[in-house]
């Protein structure tokens, strides 16, 4: 079984900035791609950032030079840095992992996601 953890979120005003972390645990064997989602109430789940294992990134163009995502492969972690924080900005931040889990000869692969983490941002 395989769990994404998140933590980090709250309550922040305008032009302030915030730290998300989300751990993975479980039988994982590795972890491919991590990325940080957002939803804001009545809208789509978007993308916000990714980074592969080998740290190549990418970001959606509103959180360019704003957000900056970053992860830990010996912990299993990603986290997003997020600076110039918006009213705009407020959403449920989702974490999101594609794992390979299991051992040797009985392995899977698969995608996750986290619980969710209150991200608000006030004017």
């Known amino acids: 079984q395989v769990q994404l953890v998140e933590s980090g979120g709250g309550l922040v005003q305008a032009g302030g900035s915030l730290r998300l972390s989300c751990t993975a645990s479980g039988s994982i064997f590795s972890i491919n791609r991590m990325g940080w989602y957002r939803q804001a109430p009545g809208k789509q789940r978007e993308l916000v950032a990714a980074?592969?294992?080998?740290?190549?990134?990418n970001y959606a163009d509103d959180m360019k030079g704003r957000f900056t995502i970053s992860r830990d492969n010996a912990k299993n972690t990603v986290y997003l840095q997020m600076n110039s924080l918006k009213p705009e900005d407020t959403a449920v931040y989702y974490c999101?992992?594609?794992?390979?889990?299991?051992?040797?000869?009985?392995?899977?692969?698969?995608?996750?996601w986290g619980q969710g983490t209150q991200v608000t941002v006030s004017s």
């Open positions: 980074i592969t294992s080998g740290g190549s990134t």
């Open positions: 999101h992992a594609e794992i390979t889990y299991g051992h040797i000869g009985t392995l899977r692969a698969s995608t996750y």
